[in-house]
Antibody
Framework: EVQLVESGGGLVQPGGSLRLSCAASGFTSSSYWMHWVRQAPGKGLVWVSRINSDGSITTYADSVKGRFTISRDNAKNTLYLQMNSLRAEDTAVYYC??????????????WGQGTLVTASS | QSVLTQPPSASGTPGQRVTISCSGSSSNIGSNTVNWYQQLPGTAPKLLIYSNNERPSGVPDRFSGSKSGTSASLAISGLQSEDEADYYCVAWDDSLNGVVFGGGTKLTVL
């Protein structure tokens, strides 16, 4: 069974840092592009970042470019999101999602349950 | 302000057919495939339609998608109470070099 389990969320002061993890199981994670998507409380879905199967290609939304870093450790089947210089507007539930193996680049067939990040003093 | 434009709300009675629109531009919907997600309250999104009009296994054929030019639509026929959820369209944007979501449409089953 395919599973994605996020962890690492919590309360952090503005300007602080946090690293999210997404543990994958039930599939060969090293074969898939992976994404982070966030959702502020009561708001819609917003794409954050993506990484290709071997970690050599990364892309970011303008709102997080230069502050967030996506990475992966395929030996550990784990995806990461390092978040620095956090702002109040980064407060959201962060989901990791698996892109389908082939086909549409924005079709995410499996999602984690999400982890809440709160940037507040 | 989302790059893809959806109506904030939609509604229908059980058994009815409802459609949700998604408007974009030449750099996103006009040149890339559209996918749709369903998000039930308190849960993670679920892939509902991919590549404009394909259904993943397990998704009822009451759900269908279409695309024309720079717009796309999600249709739900035979509306059921369990369809009450938020629906999002999404596409790749060549100009932004990123994924763009619609603002979401809250569907209410009256």
């Amino acid at each position: 069974e395919v599973q994605l389990v996020e962890s690492g969320g919590g309360l952090v002061q503005p300007g602080g840092s946090l690293r999210l993890s997404c543990a994958a199981s039930g599939f060969t994670s090293s074969s898939y592009w992976m994404h982070w998507v966030r959702q502020a409380p009561g708001k819609g879905l917003v794409w954050v970042s993506r990484i290709n199967s071997d970690g050599s290609i990364t892309t970011y939304a303008d709102s997080v470019k230069g502050r967030f870093t996506i990475s992966r450790d395929n030996a550990k089947n784990t995806l990461y999101l390092q978040m620095n210089s956090l702002r109040a507007e980064d407060t959201a539930v962060y989901y990791c999602a698996r892109r389908v193996y082939s086909g549409s680049s924005t079709a995410f067939d499996y999602w984690g349950q999400g982890t809440l990040v709160t940037a507040s003093s | 302000q989302s790059v893809l434009t959806q109506p904030p709300s939609a509604s229908g009675t059980p058994g009815q057919r409802v459609t949700i629109s998604c408007s974009g531009s030449s750099s996103n919907i006009g040149s890339n495939t559209v996918n749709w997600y369903q998000q039930l309250p308190g849960t993670a999104p679920k892939l509902l339609i991919y590549s404009n009009n394909e259904r993943p296994s397990g998704v009822p054929d009451r759900f269908s998608g279409s695309k024309s030019g720079t717009s796309a639509s999600l249709a739900i026929s035979g509306l059921q109470s369990e369809d009450e959820a938020d629906y999002y369209c999404v596409a790749w944007d060549d100009s932004l070099n990123g994924v763009v979501f619609g603002g979401g449409t809250k569907l209410t089953v009256l």
